[in-house]
């Protein structure tokens, strides 16, 4: 059974740093890319980056570059999304995903990671 | 950046009924797109790929049709568990863009 298990909500301040996972299980974790996909409540969907563990492969949208990281661990086939200063702009629904190989969508969604950024 | 715009933002739609939503490139992506279904407190599920592909277990009442700007899914028999938000995805060309989404709602 395929899996995509996130770290769970975190609740943090402006300033501080964060570090997401994404635990990728029941399939064989090079074979596909991992993308990250933003959610504010109550509003649309946001492509932030994408990284193929396959080829070390790394794209970012300009919206988010600069302001996140995408990283993996193949050893442990995790995926990572990390900030160094969060925002109050950054409280959202994360979302990791899985794309196929050479093809352009996810078929295969985590269930989420609540942050909120607050002080 | 292509900009993608749904119509309509909300469909009031009674069980049966044919339901139709409307996808609209800034530009040509060929057939780059893909539709997915929201369920409130929910991951998207992906339905449709490569415009017209159904993703495999999604029911066949569900269909995409169209290429270069303008695409259209279509539920051929609303059902109650249809309610949800539904949103279309560009993949031709980086940053993969959405749509604003559609409500489908349950008169």
């Known amino acids: 059974e395929v899996q995509l298990v996130q770290s769970g909500a975190e609740v943090k301040t402006p300033g501080e740093s964060l570090r997401l996972s994404c635990k990728g299980s029941?399939?064989?974790?090079?074979?596909?890319?991992i993308g990250w996909v933003r959610q504010v409540p109550g509003k649309g969907l946001e492509w932030m980056a994408l990284?193929?563990?396959?080829?070390?492969?790394?794209r970012y949208s300009p919206s988010f570059q600069g302001q996140v990281t995408i990283s993996f661990d193949k050893s442990i086939s995790t995926v990572y999304l990390q900030w160094s200063s969060l925002r109050g702009s950054d409280t959202a629904m994360y979302y990791c995903?899985?794309?196929?190989?050479?093809?352009?969508?996810?078929?295969?969604w985590g269930r989420g990671t609540l942050i909120t950024v607050s002080s | 950046d292509i900009q993608m715009t749904q119509s309509p933002s909300t469909l009031p739609a009674s069980a049966g009924d044919r339901v139709t939503i409307t996808c609209r490139a800034s530009q040509s992506i060929s057939s780059w797109l893909a539709w997915y279904q929201q369920k409130p407190g929910k991951a998207p599920k992906l339905l449709i790929y490569k415009a017209s592909t159904l993703e495999s277990g999604v029911p066949s009442r569900f269909s995409g049709s169209g290429s270069g700007t303008e695409f259209t899914l279509t539920i051929s028999s609303l059902q109650a568990d249809d309610s949800a938000t539904y949103w279309c995805q560009q993949s031709y060309s980086y940053p993969w863009t959405f749509g604003q989404g559609t409500k489908v709602e349950m008169k």
């Open positions: 995903a899985r794309r196929p190989d050479r093809t352009g969508y996810f078929d295969f």
């Open positions: 029941g399939y064989s974790f090079s074979t596909y890319c």
């Open positions: 990284i193929c563990p396959g080829d070390s492969e790394t």
